[in-house]
């Protein structure tokens, strides 16, 4: 039953959600020569090649976008039922449904489970990664031919891990460490896995030193107060995705957060449960933010921590089995009881409505490429602000016999002004613009030099998902 609502909830989403500006540039790349795709990802992104390589499979296959949604939502069910293995070994049944029934709703993976990117796929390979170390740790009995294959397995999702996202290092660390603290007698076999995944990682190295500098949104526009985006990262990167900058609704949703956390800890970490591997899922969410803090990169987006929310769902899932188990005080059992009850009930509503709820997708671009192509003319000079939009309307009738204008850095505000001088109409698109031009010089710059004679503010509850449209006309145009 868990399963199938883990299923019901991505399969709606990936059914119904737009696609999103980073999944549209995913698919743009699978769909390139090989050769072109990979030197593209290694000058322009920061990402290793294992989910192009998978998705750029598939686009030669000729697979519809569709498949690509479907597989990445498939990994999210599978990454339900890994983690419901990692739990089970260590912990009980108990405590693996309540954390496996967490994962099948929680927001944030209803979010990102549906997404084109390497995120969730990614997810699945760190827990596959953990289940079979689990498997050495916790069957003393099995042959050595079985143990053999097993570490086998293991280097394999190690190597997988690096080649699929820089992250993967942060699992190797964690379980490396593991081995050294708590089963020193895995800790030699754990280095060799570890050296034999990095040695078929090497000829990565000279782009990953490329990427680096770019890596972690270490951009100038994407600045902010460090203090804030950690305080609402909790709540972000479980219950409220993507509320950065929603006042009071991402506040809320960070103490919301911050209280199940220090709940899940209070509760789950007694009796030695630190000596459990199921417990160092979350060491890599760990890492993650303690190099973003020493590097001053903004590793603080909630796709970097889904290993974290991961680990959040076992704590529950143990927090949840002592008080079922009647551990603590007699006279708090029944209301925590109750409480947990709500609390679920509330889980289950908000994964539904991340779901089912248009207000909480990705940007409506079919309305915007509705929008262009109806009230469109020939000619008419069309620009992004910032300019990732391009790659989910490319293609269509929207851009058709359309120049364009794609902003990406700061300071290319002026070009875009300069540019468009020579057009009598043209349209502005807003999308998450303020780090290309804080300042709003081009929408002013426009507004000085035409008058608007039509806007459209396609609104989401999530604010880096909302686009405005302004048609700038001047004469009779």
Do not use: N
Not at 45 to 50: A, F, K, M, N
Not at 209 to 227: T, V
């Amino acid at each position: 039953m868990i399963l199938a609502l883990a299923a019901l909830v991505r399969g709606i989403g990936a059914a119904r959600r737009p696609l999103q500006v980073d999944e549209a540039y995913s698919l743009h790349l699978a769909h390139l020569p090989l050769r072109q795709a990979l030197d593209t990802l290694a000058r322009l992104d920061v990402h290793p090649p294992g989910f192009l390589l998978l998705t750029h499979v598939l686009a030669a296959v000729h697979a519809p976008p569709a498949a690509f949604r479907f597989l990445v939502a498939a990994c999210g069910v599978v990454s339900v039922l890994v983690l419901y293995a990692i739990v089970v070994a260590w912990h009980g049944r108990r405590a693996a449904l309540v954390a496996a029934f967490v994962a099948a709703v929680l927001p944030v993976f209803v979010f990102y489970d549906t997404m084109v990117r390497m995120y969730a796929p990614f997810d699945t390979l760190a827990l596959a990664s953990y289940a079979v170390l689990g498997l050495v740790y916790t069957r003393d009995g099995l042959p050595v031919w079985q143990r053999r294959m097993l570490w086998t397995a293991w280097t394999v999702l190690a190597a997988l891990l690096v080649w699929w996202l820089y992250l993967g290092f942060f699992v190797l660390a964690a379980q490396a460490a593991y081995a050294a603290v708590v089963r020193r007698e895995g800790l030699a076999r754990t280095l060799a896995g570890t050296g034999a995944a990095l040695l078929t990682w090497l000829p990565q190295w000279p782009v990953f030193l490329r990427q680096l500098p770019r890596g972690g949104l270490a951009f100038p526009g994407y600045a902010g107060h460090e203090l804030q985006a950690l305080l609402t990262l909790p709540g972000q990167a479980t219950i409220a995705v993507q509320t950065q900058g929603f006042g009071a609704a991402a506040l809320g949703a960070a103490i919301l957060a911050w209280l199940w956390l220090g709940a899940a800890l209070s509760w789950g970490l007694r009796g030695g449960a630190w000596r459990s591997l199921a417990v160092w899922v979350g060491v890599p969410g760990l890492l993650t933010l303690l190099y973003g803090v020493a590097a001053h990169k903004l590793l603080y987006a909630d796709r970097y921590y889904l290993a974290a929310a991961y680990w959040l769902c076992i704590m529950t899932g143990l927090a949840a089995d002592r008080v079922t188990a009647g551990v603590g005080p007699s006279h708090l059992r029944r209301p925590l009881q109750v409480a947990a009850v709500c609390a679920a009930a509330v889980l289950v509503a908000a994964g539904l409505a991340y779901a089912v709820v248009p207000s909480l997708y990705t940007a409506d671009w079919p309305s915007v490429a509705a929008i262009l192509t109806r009230q469109g003319r020939p000619g008419d000079l069309i620009v992004f602000e910032q300019g990732s939009p391009y790659w989910v309307l490319q293609g269509g009738p929207a851009l058709r016999g359309h120049p364009l204008v794609l902003l990406f850095y700061r300071g290319q505000a002026g070009d875009a002004l300069r540019l468009a001088r020579p057009f009598r109409r043209v349209w502005l698109v807003l999308f998450q613009w303020s780090p290309v031009d804080p300042d709003a010089r081009l929408l002013r710059g426009l507004a000085a030099a035409d008058h608007a004679v039509g806007a459209w503010r396609l609104t989401r509850w999530l604010p880096a998902e909302t686009v405005t449209l302004i048609l700038f006309a001047r004469g009779r145009s």
